[in-house]
């Protein structure tokens, strides 16, 4: 990439995330860090950009995306499946679209012939405009799972689990995927059903954490979850049914909650827009009960962050941030919705030290508005109140990727 004009961004508030509040003050980056906030003396050549009256943020994190794909009900039929070159020039766009969305960093997870780290690359040497991506490659499940022939590969035992994780990791996964449970879009899966045993999942927690890296586990009935938290994961993905204990036992051990609301929504309100009947039904069954237990989560002070699901039917690529609205309709303060679109995921992807925070030392990723999100949080969702994107000290849309 060419080198790094330094930028200065004028006259606006920036989010400060131990506060909770805006304060007044100008954010300088230099070499896609930021290195001032307040009042800041801008180098020779430096280009500003006026931000007066404008509300600056974080850059969005998503912890669970399929960035490949792009919520379009039609991608759930058998066969219907583009090929790989025009999967990937798709994924370019997701991406473009997803950064256009407020969203600088995204973890994937599981994409089909692991476009995910393919894209993860291309936007890393700059072939490819989107947000910072941590892949997980494929995910895995056990022998007719949930997410299998699509978006994970199967494993039975704990011994080719563990196989199945040094294979993603050879193949460049930055984090692991497993499933502890059923889910709603795979025919014939049943989202109560528990999936692999405590033992296999521990086994994939020992290899992940072997290489450093962390663990989502997709798990939503109340067996797979308390299989997940004991094996040791980092996230509980969905979580749409848990009880006093599985809660006791993620307060206990620290494990995040990514509640996924946009996902279920959708589905359950999708049957017009073509999402199979056999998922809208599984969709309308989750719906309530998988509200109520974030609730409970809540509550009961487990940490949460925000993942989208983006990908699952309707839940596209670049709006992102209608999760954090629900976070926020459903229990969350507008700043603490905030933080879990931001820091509080920053923390569960072990990026905090890189991104997540309006810090000086982090990565400039920052995220402009022309109206307070601690005021009305559904303005993260109004194209018009995002007055720009900034990803690493560059302003979305003048990084000349190729594509
Ligand atoms: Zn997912």
Known sequence: ????????????????????TFVRGDVLCIDGRIVGLGEVEAPEGAEAIDCTGEYLIPGLIDCHVHISSSGDPAELT?????????????????????LAGGVTTVRDLGAADRLNIDLARAVEEGDVEGPRV??????VT????????????????ADEVRKAVREEIRAGARAIKLFASGGVLTPGVDPRSPAFTREELTAGVEEATKAFRTVAAHAQSTEGIKNAVAAGVSSIE???????????????????LVPTLTAPYHIAHGADAGIPEYAVEKGQMVLEDHFAS?????????????????GTPLNRPGENAQEAVRMADHGLSAGAALLAASGWAADLLKLNEETGRLR?????????????????IRCLTRPEAIAGVVKSGRPAGSTGGTI
């Open 78 to 98: 058998p066969g219907q499946r583009a090929s790989l070159a025009r999967r990937a020039w798709r994924t370019a766009e997701h991406a473009r679209a997803t």
């Open 142 to 157: 056990m022998s007719g799972g949930h997410g299998h022939g699509f978006i994970a590969r199967e494993a039975d035992g």
């Open 294 to 310: 974030y609730e409970r989560a809540l509550e009961a002070g487990v940490k949460v962050a925000m993942g989208t699901d983006q």
């Open 134 to 139: 941590l892949a997980v490659g494929m995910g």
């Open 1 to 20: 990439m060419p080198e790094q004009q330094p930028l200065v961004l004028r006259g606006g508030a920036f989010f400060e995330s131990d506060s909770r």
């Open 238 to 256: 969905h979580g749409v049914w848990l009880d006093e204990e599985a809660i006791a036992m993620m307060i206990e051990r620290g494990t995040y």
């Open 360 to 376: 000086v030392g982090l990565a400039a990723d920052i995220v402009r508005l022309t109206e307070d999100p601690l005021a009305d």
